[in-house]
Structure formats: structure tokens, C-alpha cells
Nanobody, 126 residues
Framework: VQLQAFGGGLVPAGGSLRLSCVAS????????VGWFRQAPGKEREPVAA????????YYADSVKGRFTISRDNAKNTVYLQMNSLKFEDTAVYYC????????????????????WGQGTQVTVSS
């Protein structure tokens, strides 16, 4: 499985962006896809995740109500709609995919993700 993330850019605070993650070579209808981000000088952190089959989702507290993750199974694509962006959302955003389907409480854990995309930069100006 190869992941390609795109859609990042420079946006003013309060603005919106939509990230896309295309998973090529995917053969299973199960598994999970997640978005993670890493800001300068900080550790990578989970943002949101979605199960391919059920569409069940996970969101970090910091993005709940502002970000929405969705998937299009036919296109093997996962989207992250980011609204009301804040300066602190500035980071490199990575999409990742895993073969397993973790429990809801574990969807934020990197251990369940087997493949990683190259990252896309999101910069929010204050």
C-alpha cells in the first residue's frame, strides 16, 4: 500500500483546507486510516482516524467540532476537512494506514498503522 497525501497550504486563521490521502495498492476492505501531525519541535500526534468498513471515527480533543474525516471506498481516498483553523494547527500532516481494525480507543495509536505517506505542510497564519 502506498499513500499519497496532498491538499496542504497556507491559510489564514479561521480558514479551511481539505486534505486528501489516496491509498494505492489497497486490497482489503478492512483496516483503518488516520491523520497525524507534527509541529516544529513537537512530537507527532494523532488528529483523526476512520475505519474503512464501518466509517467509525476518532478525533483528538483539540480538533473535535472543527475537523471532519471521511472516506470514499470506491476511490480509496480519505479526506480531512479542516475548518476554523487555528495557528496551533500548523504542522506537517501525515496520513497512515493499517491492516488491522483497532478498537475505537486505540485508533490514535501509531502501533496500528503499517504504512505512512510523505506528509503535507499546513501553515495557518495568525
Amino acid at each position: 500500500v502506498q499513500l499519497q497525501a496532498f491538499g496542504g497550504g497556507l491559510v489564514p486563521a479561521g480558514g479551511s483546507l481539505r486534505l486528501s490521502c489516496v491509498a494505492s495498492g489497497r486490497t482489503s476492505s478492512s483496516g483503518v486510516v488516520g491523520w497525524f501531525r507534527q509541529a516544529p519541535g513537537k512530537e507527532r500526534e494523532p488528529v483523526a482516524a476512520i475505519r474503512w468498513s464501518s466509517g467509525s471515527t476518532y478525533y483528538a480533543d483539540s480538533v473535535k467540532g472543527r475537523f471532519t474525516i471521511s472516506r470514499d471506498n470506491a476511490k480509496n481516498t480519505v479526506y480531512l476537512q479542516m475548518n476554523s483553523l487555528k495557528f496551533e494547527d500548523t504542522a506537517v500532516y501525515y496520513c497512515a494506514a493499517g491492516h488491522r481494525t483497532p478498537a475505537m480507543s486505540a485508533m490514535r495509536l501509531e502501533a496500528f498503522y503499517d504504512y505512512w505517506g510523505q506528509g503535507t505542510q499546513v501553515t495557518v497564519s495568525s
